[in-house]
């Protein structure tokens, strides 16, 4: 339990002032025995005192997204959330005849989607045409005024807000990380769900934050206070407290937008890995090529409803971007993949 205000869904609630100040002081966990050792927390003097050694046999493994070979499916710990038995024969995420808005402004307008389990999907399309508000209300955190919205056949508006939490994981557009708290700190989050009243972290539950740090290539940031760090690498620890959540549902809106040209296909990369796992992804997008190289499917969104939805190389064609975007291009395959590139003509 690390020392926090908290909301109903688990997560910290913004205690942060308008200056930006911190409205808590931020302290770690009481020390925890078990991880008494860990190369990795060699420079947190709250683990020193202990002795043993770290039980967890992947630690020694070098950190970076291309450090892990075998893929997410060799880490359960990140997996766990993935679906099983009559869960599997659902589709992942339903959308039917949604209408949600904003004030007076209608934002979707009788919206259909189907997302498969194990799968990873795109949602592209112009700027407020609904993407964002379509993964808010899929996380449950903007409730339709008309239609269903069910994640794997469940419907999220009749949960709490922990059981919500446990079942979607949301990477926001601008995450609003704690000031003051360390990278560490903030993965750590993503186990809020999975703690018990008062609670504190187990050592399992900071393997688990670690791993996920691991993954999008942030372990040597977990030292660093989040408002320190640039916004591709609070993105890449957003995904990670995400990844640490646990969830069989990972929503992202625009991940790779702060990333530099390595770690867009590094973290797309994950989440094709993600759901090769078994877990089921829906990414908003801007580059049609990025998702067109790694996503499963794409679904083309305008003016609050999806104009077109399949496989990447029958979706992402020159008529639909024209339709969509009102945008002259060549679509092209690429020559090793054969999956479609976009050119701007």
């Known amino acids: 339990m690390t020392d926090m205000k908290r909301n109903a869904a688990g997560h910290p609630a913004n205690t942060n002032g308008a200056s930006g100040n911190p409205a808590t002081e931020w302290k770690f966990p009481p020390p925890i025995p078990e991880l008494a050792g860990h190369p990795e927390f060699a420079t947190h003097p709250e683990f020193t005192a ?8 992947e630690f020694a ?8 070979p075998a893929g997410v499916s060799a880490h359960p710990e ?15 995420i339903r959308a039917a005849g949604v ?12 919206l259909e989607l189907e997302v498969a389990q194990g799968t990873v999907m795109a949602l592209a399309g112009p700027n407020g045409v609904g993407k964002s508000t379509l993964l808010r209300a899929i996380a449950g955190a903007l409730r339709p005024s008309r239609g269903e919205i069910r994640v794997m056949g469940a419907d999220v508006y009749t949960m709490g ?18 000031r003051g708290a ?14 018990g009243l008062l609670a504190w972290e187990s050592a399992n539950d900071v393997e688990i934050a670690i791993e996920a740090l691991r993954l999008t290539d942030a372990a040597h940031l977990m030292d660093r206070p989040v408002h ?24 992202l809106d625009e991940p790779t937008a702060n990333l530099d040209l390595a770690y867009q296909p590094a973290i797309m990369r994950l989440l094709r890995e993600l759901a090769a796992a078994g877990k089921t992804l829906v990414t908003a997008v801007h580059d049609l090529t990025l998702a067109g190289q790694f996503c499963d499917s794409v679904a083309l969104v305008s003016d609050g409803r999806v104009v077109a939805s399949g496989p990447p190389e029958t979706t992402i064609t020159p008529a639909a971007i024209r339709q969509v975007y009102g945008a002259e291009t060549l679509v092209l395959p690429h020559p090793e993949t ?8």
């Open 61 to 68: 493994a070098p950190s970076g997204l291309a450090a892990h």
């Open 228 to 251: 320190q760090l640039s916004g591709g690498e609070r993105q890449r620890v957003a995904i990670a407290m995400a990844l640490a959540q646990q969830t069989p549902v990972i929503l």
């Open 161 to 178: 807000g922990k059981e919500r939490a446990r079942l979607v994981g949301m990477v926001p557009q601008n995450p609003e990380l704690p």
């Open 50 to 57: 202990h002795s043993g050694p770290p039980t967890h046999s």
């Open 99 to 110: 209408f949600a808005a904003y004030g007076e402004r209608e934002v979707l307008s009788g």
């Open 78 to 92: 990140l997996v766990e959330g993935r679906a099983n038995g009559a869960h599997a024969a659902m589709p992942g």
């Open 182 to 195: 360390s990278a560490l700190e903030v993965t750590l989050m993503g186990r809020n769900p999975h703690l």
């Open 338 to 345: 054969g999956k479609p590139i976009v050119v701007s003509r």
